[in-house]
C-alpha cells in the first residue's frame, strides 16, 4: 500500500468555493501543470506523485534534481488511479473539489479526507482564526465588518487599512484601502460580503521584511516547529524562497531582530497554535509573519500572525531543498517563481 501525493495549488480558491465541482481559473490549473512534480522531494520511495503530464513531469523533476539534488520520483497520471493500491492520500490541502475528483477517477474515498474532516479544516482556515491566534499573543485583533458601512465608518477612524477576504491567501483577497472606498473597492467588498459573509479589516502595518514559520499539527494534537520561510512578495504576491540551513536563515532575520526575540515568538506561537488548532487540523502548515518598524521608528518588531496556512506552502517545499541540495551548492540560494510558473533557483546575492 502506498501513499498518494498531490500539488494542488488552487486549493485555497477551492476551499473559498466549498463546491465539489469547481474549476479553478487559468492561472491556477496552469501553476499546477508546470510544477506538479514537487511532492516528489517529499514522497516516499514506494510513493505515487499524481501529475497531468508524466513524461512532463519526469523532464522537470529532473532538472530540478539536477540543481538541488533529491530520489526519483514515481509520477502517475489520473488514468492509473483505478489500478493502484493507495491507502492515503497527502495534497498540497484539502478541499471538496479535490475529494469528488480523486473518487470519480477511483481512489478508494477511504484514503481521502472525508467531508467532515474537510468541513473543520474549512472552519479553522477562516481569517478568525488568525485574529484568534493574534488575541492570545495580545496583539492588535483585526475586526470582522460585515457590511460596507462598517468598512467605510473604521476607514473614518483608521484612514488606512488592509482590508481581506476571510477564506484567502498568498496575497489573494487583499486590498489595500486608503482614504475612501473607490467604486471598485466598494463593488469587491460587496462581492465579497455576499460569498464569504463577511470581510477582514487590519490596520497598515509599516512591513520591512516578509518571512513565516513552518509547522506540522500531529495527530495527537500538538505542534511541530519545522523551520523558518524567508520569502519575497511583489504586491503582496508570493515569488520567491531562500534555500538555505537553518542557522544562515536566522542569521539573516537577525539584521533586524534579535535572535532571543524571534525564538520567542517560536514558542509562544507554537503553544497559542496548540490552543487555537490542535486535535482540530493535522498535516503541514505554514503561518505568514513580517518583521515592521516600530511605532516611534527606532527599531524593529515581528508581527507574529499575518496569516495561517493551513497546507503545505512554498516554505516547506524550500526546507526539503536545503535538505536534499549537494554539499558542492552555494551556501545560500534563492528559488523563484517565473511568470511561466518554472522554478529557477539562483545564487543569493
Same mark, same amino acid.
Not at 535572535?259 to 514558542?267: E, F, H, K, M, P
Not at 505554514?286 to 512554498?314: A, Y
Given at each position: ?13 477551492? @476551499?473559498?468555493?466549498?463546491? +465539489? ?19 516528489? $522531494? ?53 478541499? @471538496? ?57 473604521? @476607514? ?12 484567502? +491567501? ?19 467588498? $460587496? ?9 477582514? $479589516? ?26 523558518? +520561510? ?27 531582530? +534579535? ?91
Amino acid at each position: 500500500m502506498a501513499k498518494l501525493y498531490v500539488f494542488n495549488p488552487e486549493h485555497d480558491l477551492a @476551499l473559498a468555493s466549498n463546491l +465539489s465541482n469547481f474549476t479553478a481559473p487559468h492561472a491556477g490549473r496552469q501553476l499546477r501543470t508546470d510544477l506538479c512534480y514537487l511532492p516528489a $522531494l517529499w514522497a516516499g520511495p514506494d510513493d505515487y506523485v499524481l501529475v497531468e503530464h508524466v513524461a512532463l513531469a519526469r523532464r522537470l523533476y529532473g532538472r530540478l534534481r539536477a540543481r538541488v539534488g533529491g530520489k526519483p520520483g514515481h509520477f502517475v497520471d489520473k488514468s492509473q488511479l483505478s489500478h493502484l493500491k493507495i491507502n492515503k492520500v497527502e495534497p498540497w490541502g484539502w478541499d @471538496l473539489a479535490l475529494r469528488h475528483a480523486l473518487i470519480r477517477y477511483g481512489v478508494s474515498a477511504d484514503a481521502c479526507a472525508s467531508e467532515a474532516e474537510i468541513a473543520v479544516l474549512r472552519a479553522c482556515s477562516h481569517r478568525r482564526y488568525a485574529a484568534e491566534v493574534l488575541r492570545r499573543l495580545n496583539w492588535a485583533v483585526p475586526y470582522e465588518a460585515t457590511t460596507v458601512e462598517e468598512v467605510e465608518l473604521r @476607514l473614518a477612524d483608521a484612514p488606512r487599512l488592509v482590508v481581506k477576504a476571510p477564506w484567502s +491567501s498568498s496575497g489573494r483577497g487583499v486590498r489595500f484601502i486608503e482614504g475612501s472606498l473607490s467604486g471598485q473597492h466598494r463593488g469587491w467588498l $460587496l462581492h465579497v460580503i455576499q460569498q464569504q459573509g463577511s470581510i477582514m $479589516l487590519e490596520p497598515f502595518y509599516p512591513k520591512v521584511k516578509d518571512f513565516g514559520m513552518e509547522f506540522e499539527a500531529l495527530p495527537d494534537g500538538g505542534i511541530r516547529y519545522l523551520g523558518l +520561510s524567508l520569502f519575497d512578495t511583489r504586491n503582496g504576491a508570493y515569488i520567491g524562497n531562500v534555500i538555505a540551513s537553518e542557522e544562515d536563515k536566522i542569521e539573516m532575520i537577525s539584521q533586524y531582530v +534579535s535572535v532571543d526575540l524571534l525564538r520567542a515568538v517560536q514558542a509562544k506561537v507554537t503553544e497559542v497554535l496548540h490552543e487555537v488548532i490542535g486535535g482540530q487540523y493535522i498535516g503541514p502548515f505554514g503561518v505568514d509573519m513580517m518583521v515592521m518598524t516600530k511605532p516611534d521608528g527606532n527599531g524593529f518588531l515581528i508581527h507574529p500572525c499575518v496569516e495561517i496556512n493551513l497546507r503545505r506552502t512554498m516554505g516547506h517545499v524550500a526546507l526539503e531543498m536545503a535538505k536534499t541540495s549537494p554539499v558542492c551548492l552555494p551556501r545560500v540560494m534563492r528559488i523563484t517563481l517565473t511568470d511561466k510558473y518554472r522554478i529557477q533557483i539562483l545564487r543569493k546575492r
